[in-house]
């Protein structure tokens, strides 16, 4: 069994991320979306908060199972049995960071590869960032979350 994590803070998961899980489905059989507890960068969500939405997001996804953690990313690698990271690339300002990202991630452990996925087109754009700025301000985000995500957001910002 081919199974892979797709690493990150989804501080919440957008559409650009659902669109590389879909990518990353028809690739491996088990995807380990792993979120972040990230309490350096300050998310807006909790943990618990960003675990229940990716886990709304993916529900009709059989090969999903998402978990938190607060731990290096080649250790939880290792505890999984997973030896593939799955990364989106958006634009050419996320590749140097992702690039060396990766490339500590293989100092750590050679036997770890990182892919990297782009995007549809019409998902480019859109950012976990980008979806808290509108937010910050009362703006329209519904068009770039799954609805379930959005409704949870209501619910939590209520």
């Known amino acids: 069994m081919r199974s892979a994590i797709y690493p990150g803070?989804?501080?919440?998961?957008?559409?650009g991320h659902l669109d590389i899980i879909t990518r990353a489905c028809k690739m491996f059989?088990?995807?380990?979306?792993?979120v972040a507890a990230s309490e350096a960068k300050k998310p807006?969500?909790?943990?618990?908060?960003?675990?229940?939405?990716?886990?709304a997001a993916t529900r009709d996804f059989p090969k999903i199972e998402v978990i938190g953690f607060d731990k290096l990313l080649v250790d939880l690698a290792q505890d999984l049995e997973a030896n593939i990271v799955v990364r989106g690339l958006r634009a050419v300002s996320d590749f140097e960071y992702e690039l060396q990202m990766g490339y500590a991630n293989a100092s750590l452990d050679p036997d770890l590869e990182?892919?990297?996925l782009m995007p549809n087109?019409?998902?480019?754009?859109?950012s976990s960032s980008v979806v808290r700025a509108i937010l910050a301000y009362n703006g329209k985000v519904d068009h770039l979350l799954h609805p379930e995500v959005h409704r949870i957001i209501q619910k939590i910002r209520a």
């Open 121 to 126: 087109l019409q998902h480019a754009f859109v």
């Open 9 to 15: 803070t989804f501080d919440p998961i957008t559409n």
């Open 29 to 34: 059989d088990r995807i380990i979306v792993a």
């Open 114 to 116: 990182t892919i990297y």
């Open 44 to 55: 807006m969500f909790t943990l618990e908060e960003r675990i229940q939405m990716v886990q």
